[in-house]
């Protein structure tokens, strides 16, 4: 019986199940829209950002890691020391997450009643730095730093065997913060995973406060007022940032495969991995032929698919879907936007076209070390 | 306060009339409001902070205490940093025995854990700090360039933590390094095996080869290996942290200067 | 202030002597020469802090190795006797002897040989290749290379890594990238 059940979130945990479930859930729980705001009110998402939901949330949580270490599989991935921070940041960024959203729903019914936000009745009064802040932040370090010795006593830091050369550790993982990275790696080409998307990622961070031009909830916390913000910023933050990390942690095992959380961490697992490229698929299976030897001729399929992708698609989504988001934002943060969240979507649908099609490579010329 | 001062209140009393006191403190107990005001601002190191702030602003329910706290890691990561220079070479030879005898040979032994598990905690409260940011709308304007500022120290935590990964030279360390130098290779045009690379050449002869690349530039060699090492441990001590103390001065002065913690308008 | 004079005479017609004046042309001229040299001193420092990052002598390891003669190896089989020592493995199929490079074209990681599925698979993102070093399953974008090989004078194999032969770029069909026997 028990058994069983680990079987099913094993199958559920896969990640072409998991990652859409995650999606679809993502949207409703955090609405963009009105109507999806519609939709999450008429199914109650909201009441988890109350104090019952919130103990809601952390019974879930609680149940799942106690039910987890009872499985040897489980424990042993998860009480090793490198991993303990990963466990601590889930509990951590889940709270925060709550605390925040609490906040922000209680707040927007106070907008809706015509209300000032929590905040601003708090601001009213002021109140001296000394000693009022200077001793909040005493006790806030005397609690981390007891955290830390408590921390650094009870647990070893990692150290692994001396390093050798020749011989990778079975599966070898980046730090953990960077398992996001490493996660990227597995569906694009190391100068797109290592170079181009970090670097778009720390210039879209950086570009937010001038494509965001909502002047709404500024100082407090909010939801309704500025919710396609946040959640196409949650969304990159928790799915693609701290879920990528987890799964990174903890379902990836011996050769990179994947593994389910009570599953047996098995060198010998084999998964057939047997890729191909776009061009592949147009000449030998669509057109039945060799594949030309012209480079270009080869990719032209792939070239103009991304061409497409990101020239058509923006133009058609200002007409479309995003027509409101094109008014509000005009045509140059509009064509910023767009780029980066193209850029940003071009990570699940390279995850999909690999998990349904085995796609490799849209354009592959390896000859020139251009794969993308 | 009270009406009958105790022993104790009445040595304090004395003692912050002392002239030595009074020449390093200048203010006295702060008692009343006026004394509670002068001391913020003499005092070089609470001027960080105004004199007087919204209520709201105090609130760790707003705040989280996140970016504090943030700042208060870094500080005992250099602190701990420090210590740990006077056991450690960063050699092949050396580095990995030095790492094992700084928990085996050295009293107390945690140093090194309180550094390591510090910089794992600075990372996650980083993190934190800029949700919180986000979530209240801080990076609104005037905050659009501390945000930013924000975004670059939020990188340059994550590039020291892994510049000290290195450090120990045990297997993670030389791995994860390898994989994050590759990268590095993949670099277009600067990197030998980035796409573009083969651009730069005259004739047969190209510029970028592994051994003048960006690759090669971080590892200081073709392997990861002596001069990574060394590389590595400059970076991780010396110029990380002086260039994000620079920027944390910036992030802080300009908390000041954009009107202060953000609140409700 | 010490120059104020006011009881010099207003009437007086001497011109006041003019500074001698730059027309606008050459003020140009000369801060856009100015403003050059200052470019050009701070490329040239920005230059040499760039070079000095790459020295001029590395200490690295021999790249050539004698690997014994090629009856030491079985047909069909992948040996990793040099792998430790010179990250290379030796294989010999039906016709040739050739040696791979134990580098995963991917990230640089050391990947494993299992007998068992006749596949090298490396651990860190899970690229597969067959023996030959044909990529077929995960990240890895192109084949793993080949060394230059050759028998000396006295019937042994050398291995001379600083020489490599990639699959894409057709290079393995080339006579130094295997020993026939």
């Known amino acids: ?365 390896p000859e020139f070390f251009l794969n993308i | 306060m009270s009406d009958q001062p105790n022993a104790l209140a009445k040595f304090l009393d004395w003692l912050s009339k002392t002239q030595v006191a009074k020449a390093i403190f200048r203010t006295g107990i702060p008692k009343n409001r006026r004394q509670r005001m002068t001391v913020m601002l003499n005092n070089v190191f609470l001027h960080l902070h105004p004199v007087r702030l919204p209520k709201h602003a105090v609130k760790i329910k707003y705040t989280w205490c996140m970016g504090g706290l943030s700042f208060f890691v870094f500080l005992v990561l250099t602190v701990t940093g420090i210590l740990l220079m006077f056991y450690y070479r960063p050699t092949v030879e050396y580095a990995y025995g030095d790492i094992v005898d700084l928990r085996e040979q050295v009293p107390l032994g945690i140093m090194r854990e309180i550094h390591r598990w510090g910089a794992h905690l600075m990372v996650i409260t980083v993190w934190l700090h800029m949700f919180r940011v986000f979530m209240t709308g801080s990076y609104k304007p005037p905050r659009e360039f501390n945000w930013i500022i924000g975004v670059v120290l939020l990188v340059l935590t994550m590039l020291m933590s892994f510049t000290g990964y290195l450090l120990p030279w045990d297997q993670l360390a030389i791995w994860a390094i390898t994989v994050g130098s590759n990268m590095a290779g993949a670099t277009p045009i600067l990197g030998a095996a980035g796409p573009g690379s083969n651009l730069l050449a005259l004739g047969d002869v190209n510029f970028v080869t592994s051994a003048s690349d960006a690759r090669f530039a971080m590892l200081g060699g073709r392997f990861v290996g002596e001069g990574a090492l060394l590389r590595f441990y400059v970076l991780h001590c010396i110029g990380l942290p002086f260039i994000i103390m620079i920027f944390m001065i910036i992030h802080f002065w300009r908390v000041r200067k954009d009107g202060g913690i953000s609140g409700p308008v | 202030m010490t120059e104020t004079k006011p009881s010099t005479p207003s009437s007086n017609p001497t011109p006041v002597p003019q500074p001698p004046t730059m027309d606008r042309r050459t003020f140009i001229k000369w801060s856009a020469v100015g403003w050059a040299a200052f470019a050009a001193v701070i490329g040239g420092y920005g230059t040499m802090i760039v070079r000095y990052l790459f020295p001029n002598v590395l200490f690295e390891p021999k790249q050539e190795f004698r690997a014994g003669l090629p009856e030491e190896y079985q047909v069909g089989e992948v040996s990793e006797r040099w792998k430790d020592a010179y990250g290379t493995w030796i294989v010999r199929d039906s016709e040739k002897i050739y040696a791979l490079a134990t580098i995963c074209t991917h990230l640089g990681c050391t990947p494993n040989w299992m007998q068992n599925e006749a596949k090298f698979k490396c651990p860190c993102h899970g690229s597969g290749f067959y023996m030959t070093g044909i990529h077929f399953e995960g990240p890895a974008p192109r084949p793993l290379e080949r060394y230059r090989i050759f028998l000396s004078d006295d019937g042994e194999i050398v291995v001379d890594k600083t020489r490599k032969f990639q699959q894409e770029k057709g290079e393995w069909s080339d006579p130094e990238s295997f020993v026939t026997v």
Request: charged share 15%; with cysteine.
């Open chain 1, 1 to 365: 019986m028990i058994e069983e059940f680990k079987n099913i979130i094993n199958i559920l945990a896969r990640p072409y199940i998991m990652f859409p479930a995650m999606i679809v859930a993502f949207i409703f729980i955090f609405p963009a829209t009105d109507g999806l705001m519609k939709i999450n009110r008429r199914l109650g998402l909201y009441k988890l950002w109350t104090n019952n939901g919130g103990i809601a949330i952390f019974a879930f949580l609680f149940l799942g890691f106690g039910f987890g270490l009872t499985d040897p599989n489980f424990r042993a991935i998860v009480t090793k020391p490198d991993n303990v921070p990963i466990v601590g940041l889930i509990f951590l960024v889940v709270f925060f997450l709550w605390f925040a959203l609490k906040q922000a729903w209680e707040n927007d019914e106070r907008e809706a009643k015509g209300l000032r936000p929590n905040e601003a009745e708090d601001a009213k009064e002021n109140i001296l730095v000394w000693p009022d802040l200077v001793y909040i932040e005493f006790i806030a370090m005397l609690l981390i730093s007891a955290l830390l010795i408590v921390w650094a006593i009870v647990l070893k830091a990692p150290l692994e065997q001396p390093a050798n050369p020749t011989v990778s550790p079975n599966p070898s993982k980046a730090p953990w913060y960077f398992l996001g990275l490493q996660e990227m790696l597995v569906y694009f080409d190391p100068w797109i995973a290592g170079v181009l998307f970090p670097t778009v990622i720390m210039l879209g961070f950086m570009c937010i406060p001038f494509i965001d031009n909502n002047r709404k909830g500024l100082g407090y916390y909010s939801f309704n007022s500025r919710k396609m913000a946040i959640s196409i910023f949650l969304f990159f933050w928790l799915i693609l940032w701290i879920f990528l990390i987890i799964t990174g942690t903890f379902l990836r095992g011996p050769n990179w495969n994947f593994f389910g959380p009570f599953e047996y961490w098995d060198v010998h697992k084999l998964e057939a991995l047997t890729n191909i490229n776009l061009s592949e698929v147009v000449y030998m299976i669509l057109l039945n032929q060799r594949l030309p030897d012209n480079i270009l001729l080869r990719e032209i399929w792939g070239i103009l698919a991304l061409l497409g992708y990101f020239t058509l698609t923006p133009l058609i989504l200002a007409k479309t879907f995003l027509k409101n988001v094109y008014n509000r934002l005009g045509p140059l943060r509009y064509s910023i936007f767009i780029i980066f969240m193209l850029l940003a979507a071009s990570l699940p649908i390279k995850m999909f076209l690999r998990w349904i099609f085995n796609i490799k490579y849209i354009v592959a010329i």
